[in-house]
């Protein structure tokens, strides 16, 4: 765990330094988003209210607009900072505006920035030491605004003794910290010498490295900027995680960014939210018979359902009912063919007769040696040999598996809902047959699911169903991103037992708990567990620090959070998970599969025509955007990462339009 | 919504309406002289689960022209704005909510058309899944009667109509077998002007050749059918008195001659990227279909109510 140095130690550090410049933003302020471009995601949200459909996407046309501007500024003369003007000339002819509406944008955008500013507790706390310490402290930065601005920036943010004459800004003096050409600027007007400087800033090589070649002592300190990612990826949608994420950076600046509580009070609580509001909305608006959770995917939920009913919500009982989709698949097992005996072994696996016993139910009549190792065909023609006694042992299992399902009342006349992650909803589809064949049609299974996969399409005529972040209406591209994300939700949005692989006469679940689950648990699944089901409470309630609440859970800002972790996730996300098994086999024993996939030994020796099938596994078997990101995160495999980016486009890390 | 036994289609398209942000609708489906039950079915499925709208079916025993569909369930709705929704199509969550605004801002206008998004998919055995999707190409020039007149410029479901144009434009031509919209549109578009929203709420679904024949749409299946009946179209707008000095009949094949020489010269560099595109695409979503297939098949119990009507619809994929 690394702590950071308070100001006290930074000052006690530098007992030279008679000048304390510093960083403006992320350093003395920051905003209450994640990331400086959220800033033109709360300008979108407040155009298209204030001023209709047009300005969708108004943020990334923002964030475009300054790379241009930028482009040109350094073709011009590569020493100095672009202006705000030059910005926003940029956006009006990428907008079709008038001059009006551009002096509307950027009075929006000061009018926002002074909306969501904030001081950085350590920024406070150095330049109030600093001051009390006698010395002198300005402000140094590189921005577009002028200092005017950051002034009143400053002055919100609490820093009442900054005047306009302690800010020096980059577009003011045509030169930048980052290349070196404003530091001249600020010694010559205080008339000290470098080494009686010390500097606090976030930027390794602007508030680093170029400072340090001229002498001045720097102390850098980006704990600020843990909360960013992909800058284009920015929209109204991605508010919500922005604001508890922002809140978790705000908090933890002066201890350490703790991965597993941010990704768990922040993507699976607003996940674990959705379930529950979803479930809540269904409630008060139709009469239910049941309303059951899905183990595991719905553990979570169930806990908050629970919860919040304790604390008095008037909210009907529910069930967590236990269910997987190998036990239902083999409950409603009628045949058993060549064509369907791949569900039992896959193609790559190695099994045992012992294994293969375990996973149909029954004893198996083989002449080979029970532990020995087997192929798939093998082991496929093991299980069609004793057709007859798999099949029986299914039709017991289903009568147990009813027996578990009258005991949760799921067989009740009535219309009850299934609350579950979903993807395509076949394994409560065939459930909701199941039980309405037992029930003579009188219980009707509905299914709530995060998500939908275009496969589901099928299904809906089965079963009534609906999807809360997505539904498979949306584009190829976001069926094909969701698909490489399921792996990891999975895995997040669980429970801390493993998967029911049968039930005891009495129809007590059976559930199996592998060893890389249980480590994963211990190591941080509890403690993503533990945070969802409190930040979910927060939200829920009203109560969560970053103002984020039931109302900002919206299919769009679920989606946009599976989307900021799922698909542009940070090199510390990508850092926790890669210690994650997924498990999935029919008998879920065995050590699963990594969810980042293993780097090849060699990445050199990968051919062009070796990706086709590295993307096939991938998308299968791993949480394919992660591992992408793993490969891209590393100098040798970057290029492995950078071919597949370009094959399949909906895998680059842009997914806002 | 008309429907001719495709239940898997139909069962996405209800979910498409019930999706829709704006909450005030009614749904009348009308069953083209396809099996009862398995309609009935779908709808009973869906109404599970509805907690908005309405929805009626219904039943006509012999099967008619696409138009009287059309028209069948326009008598029987009286709803103040209508849309024709095929039952392959489907909207964004936020079609309805932004059509019927634009339409409630807008007096003069009779239609609202939204941007559309042409989504390719592959229906094979009882599922469906997507290819590539591209920009279907439209502008609010299009939507004018000259930019209409040489052909057919959007697919029904990216337009909302205001009732009151079927006073003055009526009902749509019964007597078409294809092109029955594009018709009633030149006539809506002279009853008033045509509101274009450029953002892209509606997706017309076109499967791919290697589709069951069943799930065809119109156009890809019957392109000779469209074409004679396009020129049928011109011959009777040709003995129309003019109007203004221009007749219609004429002014269709001008325009059409004119956009096909267009596409000619523009077109062939766009289509081969775009075929290799697809091609390229479809290869990979298959591949990941039959990798998808080979984890996930599942072969459920026969005695489900709406796997006795749709017989063939047995095996999907999924978790």
């Given amino acids: 765990m690394t702590v950071q140095l308070t100001a006290e130690q930074v000052l006690d550090e530098h007992p030279q330094a008679s000048v304390l410049t510093i960083d403006f933003f992320d350093t003395l302020i920051t905003r209450s988003v994640a990331q400086p471009t959220h800033v033109f995601a709360v300008m979108e949200q407040h155009l298209v209210a204030s001023h209709g459909d047009f300005w969708r996407g108004f943020a990334v046309a923002r964030v475009e607009a300054e790379q241009r501007a930028r482009h040109n500024a350094a073709s011009e003369n590569e020493h100095r900072d672009v202006t705000f003007d030059e910005i926003v000339d940029q956006l009006a002819q990428q907008l079709h505006l008038a001059r009006a509406d551009g002096d509307m944008l950027m009075t929006l955008e000061r009018d926002t920035e002074l909306q969501l500013v904030q001081a950085v507790p350590f920024g406070a706390a150095i330049t109030e030491a600093a001051r009390a310490r006698g010395l002198r402290v300005l402000v140094v930065s590189d921005n577009y605004m002028p200092a005017t601005h950051l002034l009143q920036m400053a002055h919100r943010a609490g820093y009442s003794w900054i005047t306009e004459a302690d800010i020096f800004v980059s577009c003011e003096h045509d030169g930048m910290k980052h290349n070196g050409m404003l ?53 109204p949608a991605v508010l919500p995680l922005s604001r508890i994420e922002a809140q978790y950076r705000n908090a933890m600046d002066d201890t350490h960014w703790d991965v597993a509580e941010v990704v ?25 018979a049941g309303v059951h959770f899905a183990a595991r995917d719905g553990y979570l939920a169930y806990q908050v359902w629970n919860s919040l009913r304790s604390r008095g919500w008037e909210l009907p009982e529910a069930t967590y009912t236990a269910f997987s989709r190998s036990v239902v698949w083999r409950a409603c097992l009628s045949e058993l063919t060549r064509d369907n005996v791949g569900r039992f072994v896959g193609d790559d696996e190695v099994l045992t007769v012992a294994r293969l016993e375990r996973r149909v139910g029954c004893a198996l009549d083989s002449q080979l040696d029970r532990d020995a190792p087997i192929d798939a065909s093998t082991a496929r023609d093991i299980v069609l040999d004793n057709v007859d006694a798999v099949l029986l042992a299914s ?35 065939d459930l909701a047959e199941l039980v309405a064949s037992e029930s003579g049609d009188l219980a009707v299974l509905e299914g709530r699911l995060t998500g939908l996969y275009w496969e589901a399409t099928p299904q809906r005529m089965r079963i009534a169903m609906h999807g809360f972040a997505m539904d498979e209406f949306g584009s190829t591209d976001d069926n094909v991103r969701l698909l490489g994300v399921i792996k990891l939700l999975e895995a997040l949005v669980t429970a801390p037992h493993g998967s ?53 859970i919206t299919k769009e800002s679920v989606w946009a959070a599976i989307m900021q972790v799922g698909h542009s996730p940070r090199a510390d996300e990508i850092e926790l998970l890669s210690h994650v098994n997924h498990v999935t086999s029919i008998d879920h024993e065995g050590n699963g599969r990594p969810l980042i996939a293993v780097a090849p030994t060699e990445p050199s020796k990968v051919t062009l025509e070796d ?30 990462a950078d071919e597949m980016y370009k094959l399949h486009t909906m895998t680059s890390p842009r997914w806002v339009p | 919504m008309r429907t001719y036994e495709r239940p898997v289609l139909l069962a996405r398209a209800i979910a498409s309406v019930q999706l829709q942000k704006f909450t005030d609708w009614e749904l009348v489906i009308v069953n083209n002289g396809g099996q009862q039950a398995g309609v009935d079915a779908v709808v009973r499925t869906a109404m599970n689960a509805t907690p908005s709208g309405s929805i009626r079916v ?21 709803s103040e704005f209508f849309v024709i929704h095929d039952d392959d199509d489907s909207w964004d969550a936020r079609f309805l909510e932004v059509a019927v605004a634009a339409l409630r801002s807008s007096p003069n206008a009779v239609a609202v058309v939204t941007g559309v998004t042409r989504i390719y998919e592959t229906f094979r055995g009882g599922t469906v899944w997507p290819v590539s999707h591209e920009n279907f190409p439209l502008s609010r020039g299009r939507l004018t009667y000259r930019g209409m007149i040489g052909g057919n410029t959007f697919p029904p479901i990216a337009a909302v109509f205001r009732r009151s144009v079927l006073n003055t434009a009526g009902n749509f031509d019964s007597s078409l077998p294809v092109l029955g919209d594009w018709e009633f549109n030149l006539r809506a578009v002279v009853a008033g002007e045509f509101q274009f929203v450029p953002e892209r709420l509606a997706h017309y679904h076109t499967r791919t050749p290697e589709s069951d024949a069943v799930s065809g749409n119109s156009i890809t299946i019957g392109e000779d059918l469209h074409r004679d009946v396009k020129l049928q179209l011109q011959d009777r707008w040709l003995k129309e008195p003019a109007v203004n000095g221009v007749n219609k009949g004429a002014l269709s094949i001008a325009a059409a001659a004119e956009a096909l020489t267009g596409e000619l010269q523009v077109k062939t560099p766009i289509v081969h990227v775009d075929i290799e595109h697809i091609a390229n695409r479809t290869a990979e979503i298959i591949k990941l279909q039959r990798s998808s297939r080979r984890i996930a098949r599942s072969v459920r119990h026969p005695g489900h109510g709406i796997r006795a009507v749709v017989g063939a619809v047995r095996r999907t994929i999924g978790k």
């Avoid at chain 1, 400087?197 to 001229?214: C, K, M, N, Q, W």
């Avoid at chain 2, 219904?58 to 709705?77: K, P, T, Y």
């Fill in chain 1, 183 to 235: 530091w001249p600027v600020v010694l010559s007007a205080l008339n000290v010498p470098a080494g009686s400087i010390l500097h606090v800033g976030d930027d390794a090589r602007a508030d680093g490295e170029v400072p340090t070649s001229l002498g001045i002592t720097t102390y850098v300190r980006d704990t600020m900027r843990t909360s960013h990612r992909d800058m284009i990826n920015t929209a």
């Fill in chain 1, 264 to 288: 768990g009070g922040g993507l699976v609580a607003m996940i674990v939210a959705a379930q529950v509001i979803d479930a809540h909305f269904v409630v008060g608006h139709r009469s239910v």
């Fill in chain 1, 395 to 429: 039709n017991s299992l289903r009568t147990r598996l009813l027996t578990y399902l009258t005991s949760h009342e799921v067989l009740l006349s009535g219309h009850h809902i299934v609350v579950d992650l979903g993807w395509t909803g076949s394994t409560i589809a």
């Fill in chain 1, 500 to 552: 029911v692989v049968d039930y005891e006469e009495d129809g007590t679940p059976i559930f199996v708990e592998t060893a890389p689950e249980l480590r994963a648990y211990e190591a941080m699944m509890r403690q993503v567990g533990n945070a969802a089901v409190r930040g979910a409470l927060a939200i829920l309630d009203g109560t969560h620090p970053s103002g984020v609440t039931a109302v900002d």
């Fill in chain 1, 611 to 640: 990706l086709p099938g590295m993307y096939d596994t991938l998308i299968h078997r791993h949480w394919l955007q992660g591992s992408l990101r793993a490969l891209a995160n590393n100098a040798d495999s970057r290029w492995i």
């Fill in chain 2, 58 to 78: 219904i039943h006509l025993s012999e099967r008619v022209g696409m138009e009287e569909a059309s028209n069948r369930g326009l008598a029987d709705s009286d």
